[in-house]
């Protein structure tokens, strides 16, 4: 069964920072680019940025870097999202989620979007207050 697990959402004050966790399993996670994503509270889900699956070149589709920052752990089977100088507006739902597309820096950008995902985690909950 393939699973995707995100952990590391809370409540955090505005200038703090957080880092999520997403555990894959079911599948071959070296082989996956993983993709960040969020859904605010009354706003349609959003693409924040992908890391490709040999390389872990990251394609930033929102406008956080130099904020945000991802990497993986193919060891473990996990990738992060550290999320520094965080916002009220940061707040939001974030998933994790898979393609077996983007496994460069080449090619990571036209997979890296809700369509063209293939694996999707349930969420956590990132809570920015002012």
């Known amino acids: 069964e393939v699973q995707l697990v995100e952990s590391g959402g809370g409540l955090v004050q505005a200038g703090g920072s957080l880092r999520l966790s997403c555990a894959a399993s079911?599948?071959?996670?070296?082989?996956?680019?993983i993709g960040w994503f969020r859904q605010a509270p009354g706003k349609e889900r959003e693409g924040v940025l992908c890391i490709s699956s040999s390389d872990s070149s990251t394609y930033y589709i929102d406008d956080v870097k130099g904020r945000f920052t991802a990497s993986r752990d193919n060891a473990k089977n996990t990738a992060f999202l550290q999320m520094n100088s965080l916002k009220p507006e940061d707040t939001a739902v974030y998933y994790c989620?898979?393609?077996?597309?983007?496994?460069?820096?080449?090619?990571?950008?036209?997979?890296?979007?809700?369509?063209?995902?293939?694996?999707w985690g349930k969420g956590t909950l990132v809570t920015v207050s002012s």
């Open positions: 079911g599948f071959t996670f070296d082989d996956y680019a």
């Open positions: 989620a898979a393609t077996n597309k983007g496994n460069n820096a080449a090619k990571i950008r036209d997979p890296c979007r809700e369509d063209g995902m293939h694996y």
